[in-house]
């Protein structure tokens, strides 16, 4: 009898809410097992090995400062990072004061309600202290849920186009005169070419890589559009992101495709890059420093410029990418923690070896006016890259937070991998001609999401 009774509680439960449960239980199991380290000082998570360097450079000097809260700094990678998380915050595992984490990471963070949210609510402390006019406006926003802010933003991440000036000035092209996109495919057509006779185009002017759906969000933000508007309500099928998507499905595909298919992040993407295969791609302040680091010998042959602009006097940025620091409610050093954040996130000192070492460029305003950031880079051709990316700051687009992130830009990308396969057979890349069908496949992940999203009692209204 007692089986039965929770057999049928058991079939009343959503997946998604089973999937917790069992989470929770194989999480204590493993935990309770475990040999429990001690957890003296202030502790915090890192999933990127450069943040945690350049943390553990900090311990010694705040050890001498915090004799009795010695700071532990532990890189978790990867998914592993999100599981510990997650397992921690809902069934009460042991979880680290901070624990820093990126975008992708944070959804399902605010996937209940506001009380049960696993980082404390740092709106206030913000507020009294001024940090919210001191600090880059749009990057709160994904760590932004229902209005109240969890996490300290850790960058702008402004996206500038990054682009092959040897091949460009050769060809005799002026950047200078391009404003928007079409004046950029215009101008560097010439460009476009099948340099073996083989029949198979050998040169881009532009690439991203197609499997990667941050791409397509890049696109969309810079136009105007989005997956959600600030309520957290999806927005998948506006007129805006159709408009968009029919002109991304001409560019990627068609008679007149422009955009080849990199995948700049493997060995292979960045050779093909070295050799030439795009005259350009879209890039945020990190991957500038991560494309110096992974193609040394290129050192003098790119140049950054803002992006082109959907239309004249449109916004030339974009944003790709986000990490935040995050205080746990399970903390038992919540002030120190709030000290330790500020310093690592906000302090000059922190912000000038951040940007050394990647070219991430710090959210508080007040760092904005140090000289590092006017410095010539020599890997691009003599640039200020520093003072360029911060140049485009302010206008770097919002990205309203949501547990249904992930779904939404999986579900945006694949009805673009749909749009592309309409324009090959139908023998077009004109957007005016794919714009129906586009707005008929975002309208299906519209639905989708919307379904999705009502099987949540906390999140459950969304309209399709």
């Not at 397992?87 to 990126?102: C, H, K, Q, R, W």
């Not at 998507?245 to 422009?258: C, E, K, N, S």
């Not at 003599?382 to 779904?407: E, H, I, K, N, W």
């Not at 139908?426 to 099987?455: F, G, H, I, W, Y």
Request: proline fraction near 8%.
């Amino acid at each position: 009898m007692v089986c039965h009774f929770f057999a049928e509680i058991v079939r009343s439960l959503s997946p998604g809410i089973c999937f917790v449960l069992g989470l929770g239980v194989v999480s204590a199991t493993i935990v309770a097992l475990l040999p429990v380290a001690p957890h003296d000082g202030l502790q915090i998570w890192v999933g990127d090995g450069n943040h945690a360097m350049l943390y553990r450079a900090l311990a010694p000097e705040w050890n001498r400062r915090h004799p009795d809260l010695p700071l532990r700094v532990s890189l978790i990678v990867g998914p592993a990072l999100q599981s510990r998380m997650l397992s921690g915050f809902y069934s009460g595992t042991p979880v680290a004061d901070l624990i820093e984490v990126e975008r992708g990471q944070i959804g399902q963070v605010f996937a209940g309600p506001l009380e049960d949210i696993g980082f404390a609510d740092l709106s206030d402390r913000l507020a009294q202290e001024g940090l919210l006019a001191k600090i880059n406006t749009s990057s709160f926003s994904p760590w932004t849920s229902r209005g109240h802010i969890f996490g300290l933003p850790h960058d702008v991440h402004p996206v500038m186009l990054i682009y092959r000036a040897d091949l460009v000035e050769a060809a005799g092209i002026d950047v200078g005169q391009i404003e928007t996109w079409a004046d950029y495919f215009r101008l560097m057509r010439p460009l476009l070419k099948d340099l073996d006779g083989d029949g198979y185009i050998d040169r881009y002017p532009l690439t991203v890589s197609l499997t990667n759906p941050f791409f397509s969000e890049i696109f969309l933000l810079q136009g105007g559009g989005g997956y959600f508007d600030p309520a957290g309500h999806p927005t998948l099928n506006s007129a805006t992101n159709v408009r968009i998507l029919a002109q991304l499905g001409g560019w990627y595909a068609g008679p007149d495709r422009m955009i080849g298919d990199v995948n700049m992040y493997t060995g292979s993407g960045l050779r093909q890059l070295g050799e030439g295969y795009a005259i350009a791609l879209p890039g945020a302040d990190w991957y500038l420093g991560s494309l110096s680091v992974s193609l040394p010998k290129m050192a003098g042959k790119f140049k950054i410029m803002p992006l082109p602009a959907w239309a004249k006097g449109g916004r030339r940025t974009s944003v790709n990418g986000g990490t935040m620091l995050g205080i746990t409610k399970a903390s038992k050093h919540p002030e120190a923690a709030w000290e330790l954040a500020k310093y690592l996130y906000f302090s000059p000192v922190m912000a000038r070896r951040l940007f050394e070492l990647t070219h991430i460029v710090s959210p508080m305003k007040t760092n904005w006016s140090q000289t590092y950031y006017d410095q010539p880079d020599p890997y691009y051709s003599g640039q200020p890259v520093g003072r360029m990316c911060l140049q485009q700051a302010p206008d770097v687009p919002t990205r309203p937070a949501s547990p249904y992130f992930s779904s939404a830009i999986q579900l945006v990308n694949s009805a673009l991998n749909q749009l592309m396969q309409v324009a090959d057979r139908s023998a077009t890349s004109d957007p005016a001609k794919l714009e129906p069908d586009a707005r008929r496949l975002l309208d299906q992940a519209q639905r989708d999401l919307v379904a999705q999203m009502n099987r949540n009692v906390f999140l459950a209204g969304a309209k399709p």
